[in-house]
């Protein structure tokens, strides 16, 4: 998983441990093995890792159960971060960029705020994490909950939540005067989505389904 590029950011806490080859080989070894978490917040187990390699006496077993022991929290915490929330409201902003600017200098402007965006809070992420777990160690766990992100966590979750509401009522209104079709395939794949994920279903399975549903719906309309 992210094993490679983990050890491979560790190079240099190898080459200020020794300068010795048959020494860094052992060091790279160690560090080979699984590892997974998210690739953002990963950067919170790399300053981590790093501090505990380079503080004397060092103990290579407590490292690695350190390792093994963020890669849950790790993953959860960016899951909901990113993958459930910051993600979702970008791509949200960009597809009303397109939908509401005419212009196309408007609405290319409004996809690259949409990277903008995307990006900075991710960088900021990745460099506050290694800053962080460097200067945490092994106490690196007091800072991964969610209250420690709530500031970013819920302007994104309120910026998705409005950005949503925007696109519904264009969808449902707008669109209405015209044209009916559009927004009751939107509507059904909106209610399909919504009850497939009560019933627990995965969350892919829940958008690939529904994107099917959607097609073939419009298809079999189209054709009437």
């Not at 690739?39 to 919170?44: D, E, H, I, K, V």
């Not at 290694?130 to 309120?158: C, D, M, P, Q, T």
């Not at 209610?191 to 497939?196: D, I, L, N, R, T």
Request: aromatic share 16%; glycine share 8%.
């Amino acid at each position: 998983m992210l094993s490679i590029g983990f050890t491979f950011a560790l190079t240099p806490v190898a080459k200020k441990l020794s300068n010795i080859r048959e020494q860094n080989a052992q060091f790279f070894l160690r560090h080979i093995g699984f590892f997974n978490a998210h690739p953002y917040l990963a950067s919170f187990a790399l300053g981590a890792v790093a501090r505990a390699e380079l503080d004397e006496p060092k103990d290579e077993a407590r490292i690695e159960r350190l390792k093994n022991a963020l890669i849950g929290p790790l993953g959860a915490l960016g899951d909901q971060i990113f993958w459930g929330t910051i993600k979702p409201a970008t791509i949200l902003l960009g597809i009303c960029a397109v939908l509401f600017l005419n212009n196309i200098t408007f609405q290319i402007s409004g996809i690259a705020i949409f990277v903008l965006i995307y990006n900075i809070p991710h960088i900021h992420v990745r460099w506050y994490g290694i800053r962080a777990g460097y200067r945490e160690g092994f106490n690196i766990y007091k800072i991964l909950n969610l209250s420690n992100f709530e500031f970013i966590y819920h302007v994104f979750l309120y910026m998705g939540a409005l950005l949503l509401g925007f696109i519904l009522s264009y969808t449902s209104v707008y669109l209405k005067q015209d044209d009916l079709i559009r927004p009751g395939i939107f509507a059904f794949a909106l209610g399909s989505a919504y009850f497939m994920r009560k019933w627990r279903k995965s969350f892919y399975f829940t958008i690939l389904l529904t994107i099917l549903l959607t097609l073939i719906l419009g298809i079999i309309i189209k054709n009437i």
